[in-house]
């Protein structure tokens, strides 16, 4: 079957500029999840989506904002970019996300210059 | 602030046990503790998950104390390609937040 799809790869913005990076889960996944990951912080928890309702949220600025669609399909929505923010941005997809593991994607590399 | 810690690094040989440990003292208390696996530029692969004592699946196995503050990933006999960053995850925070382990670089020699 196929697995979380995360569009697009690779994204180059630049400062000020927002954007929005794209999850789709494996099919029959209700709960979708963010990550950002970058060498010095780690992987940190942005923000959990289960039936199109935000669960829980990370300790990110309200610069990052997240939805997820009657489809299970996600986006993450960045604003106002600052240099800091690049990073891998991970999601990860499960049937309800309290009892399962997490299946991830390969990621959205996203770099502020 | 609580955080979730593991070595930073850890070296082996071909064919030894390699034990992990993730100490986790802010767990949730009635949530799963999860291992990943992660190769560079992928995203984490899931190895194991449990909730207390002992669990094994035909890659490795995970010890949880009665505590569970900590957990322990035992992956048997390594090969090369167990060359990877490990993490475990957990609930924190009364179980609103999802948080990673510091990550452990485990490289496999001959």
């Known amino acids: 079957k196929a697995g979380v799809t995360q569009t697009p790869r690779y994204l180059i913005k630049t400062r000020g500029q927002q954007v929005t990076l794209s999850c789709s889960p494996i099919s029959g996944h209700r709960s979708v999840s963010w990550y950002q990951q970058t060498p010095g912080q780690g992987l940190q928890f942005l923000f959990e989506?289960?039936?199109?309702?935000?669960?829980n949220k990370g300790n990110f600025p309200g610069r990052f904002s997240g939805r997820q669609f009657s489809n299970s399909r996600s986006e993450m929505n960045v604003s106002t970019l600052e240099l800091g923010d690049s990073a891998l941005y991970l999601c990860?997809?499960?049937?309800?996300?309290?009892?399962?593991?997490?299946?991830f994607g390969s990621g959205t590399r996203l770099t502020v210059v | 602030l609580a955080k979730t810690t593991q070595p930073i690094s850890m070296d082996s040989y071909e064919g030894q046990e390699v034990n992990i440990t993730c100490s986790h003292n802010n767990i949730a208390t009635n949530d799963y503790i999860t291992w990943y696996q992660q190769f560079p530029s992928q995203g984490p692969r899931f190895i194991i998950q449990g909730y207390k004592t002992k669990v094994t699946n035909e890659v490795a196995s995970l010890f949880i104390p009665a505590d569970r503050k900590s957990s322990t990933l035992s992956l048997p006999r390594v090969s090369l390609s167990d060359t990877a960053v490990y993490y475990c995850l957990v609930r924190t925070g009364g179980g609103n937040k999802l948080t990673f382990g510091t990550g452990t670089q485990l490289k496999v020699e001959l």
């Open positions: 990860a997809s499960s049937f309800q996300g309290d009892l399962d593991g997490y299946t």
């Open positions: 989506y289960f039936s199109e309702t935000q669960r």
